[in-house]
């Protein structure tokens, strides 16, 4: 790998397609390697930034079944959403493909038959399991059974979400068809794996000794975690009809594993992309001279990182990736994000609620982006990121400078005099911050470097209120002159600066100045080199707002939609508890189950959870402890008709006898309820339920 590549390949993680793009997608992969690539454009590089719909796999085949549509109206409905939500996000791929393209069975299927041919593959006949009723094989996600290691009874066949583990879907406990519900049996069928251990040695070799500084810590540790733990061979194929057939003798009715295609999707992306720019794909991906470099999350580490390497190794004519810049995750005001649960920001509804804020959220997000712990999004926090610096720092300056320019000078770039030595420190700054900003960048420190930026518009507000061009004016116009040309080099130079961040308020900027009227626009090395970037004569145009103030009410609209998913999901997982041991017509007929009516009712001292009632049973009146106090107060319950269990027998609470109990449920909120009598008069205290 050359210090100085001729060019940059750059991939963003392919998105899978059953479901739109959602704000922890964008903070772990999109945003920062946006950001990226239109850094490396401003600076002159050649650049491949490629990414696509990741359209095979069991999750798909199963939204499918249950939609009663086939994959493929999946995948199209999905992949027209999520592309066109990046294009309106402001995400600069030079390709988005999809791993369903033509071009791409044929360059995984040519992947998979150069491995073949080079004899890299192991052929093993196993047994899997097998859903008789289905007449299949279950792939890992149309298997769910009790995880092995921690128990959890909803693990999926090759992974527990639980507690993280990967397994194969034999290792289950009790495990039972997605598709069917029954327990299936095992079947003898023929695979072809990759032998991760036979590569061991070249990835200790490649990353635990060539990569041990440049690669982030997180990213480094899970992979010396994998490879400390022992690679062993990993199944290439899969017994399913949904996907890349597998091009050899006896992969009839067997496809490509999904992840084994998808990752050669850069590859087939960057063809497609280099065949329609009229290119050659193949320096993007095998020559020396270039740096690659995977955008991903810390999920996909082992694929980018073991799996993918060791495919590109086997096929022997491809370069390495330069870094894998992952991502941790980003959770939601305090909660782990949830496709299944709704518990997310959805990127189309984001820019049908915030029309023309992209900007914001892609600011929100890089300034708290997840580069080495997760991180939580808030709200709150978006809103504050907004109105605190994108509008009070970043706004208040460029819009200060607009309008002064044309009070003063009717728009026109004033002429200035001699500077002082606040002007010449001023611009030094000034021509400074490119290199730091680079710098951050070129670390993969997004947040580092999106503070930068904020901290050159915050060189231009103290500029301007340390300098007070409004009140000089009154006494020396050539002063004034000279401090709003300073003003307006910084103004140039956010406007330039700002595009791999905020391209949309970069281009509004540009436009306010009139960029396009230079003899050149100015480029990320100007603002370091050159003495001036807005010439004076130069007619800039009128002040238009840069960002507005996000409201309270804009917040809690956005608040008040997680708390009814919230509440949606609690309605749906109150699943309903097993039935209890079965009892014969006499045990029940020993239970004495009456109408009674509460008559007082009192909060038990120093008890969160206790009342002692006063129930009228219509045999006797008596006192019954009841732990409803976090659901009721003593004065919402008397007068209530209620069931009573008569003949519990008593039992001392708090130093309180209680002779009874209280029928009550749960509602899906985790509310108590009565179990009440018909409230007709008829039904008098004292009569039995039977």
Sequence with gaps: MSTNPKRYTITAALPYTNGPIHIGHLAGVYVPADIYARYLRLTGNDVAFVCGSD???????????????????????????????????????????????????????EFFLELYKKSEFIEEVTEQLYDEEAKQFLADRFVIGTCPKCGNEEAYGDQCEKCGTSHNATDLINPKSAITGNAPTLKETKHWFLPLDKHEEFLKEWILKGHKKDWKPNVYGQVKSWIDDGLRPRAVTRDLDWGIPVPVEGGEGKVLYVWFDAPIGYISATKEWAEREGKDWEPYWKDENTKLVHFIGKDNIVFHCIIFPSMLKAEGSYILPDNVPANEFLNLEGNKLSTSKNWAVWLPEYLEDFPDKQDVLRYALTANAPETKDNDFTWKDFQARNNNELVAIFGNFINRVVVLTNKYYNGIVPEPSDYSQVDEETLAAVKAYPDVIASSIERYRFREASQELMNLARLGNKYLADEEPWKVIKEDEARTKTIMFVALQIASALATISEPFLPFTSEKLKSILSHSALDTESSWEDISTKDILLPAGHQIGKAELLFNKIEDKDIQAQLDKLEASKKANEAANKAAEPQKEEITFDDFTKLDLRVGTIIEAEKMPKAKKLLVLKVDTGIDTRTIVSGIAESFTAEEVIGKRVTVLVNLAPRKLRGVESEGMILMTESPEGKLVFVNPDANQDVANGLQIS
Aim: net charge negative.
């Design 55 to 109: 359209e095979h796999g069991v999750p798909i085949t199963i939204k499918a079944k249950k939609e009663g549509v086939s994959p493929q109206d999946v995948v199209d409905k999905y992949h027209a959403i999520i592309k066109k939500s990046f294009e309106d996000f402001g995400i600069t791929f030079d390709n988005y493909s999809r791993t369903s393209a033509q071009i791409h069975h044929e360059t995984a299927s």
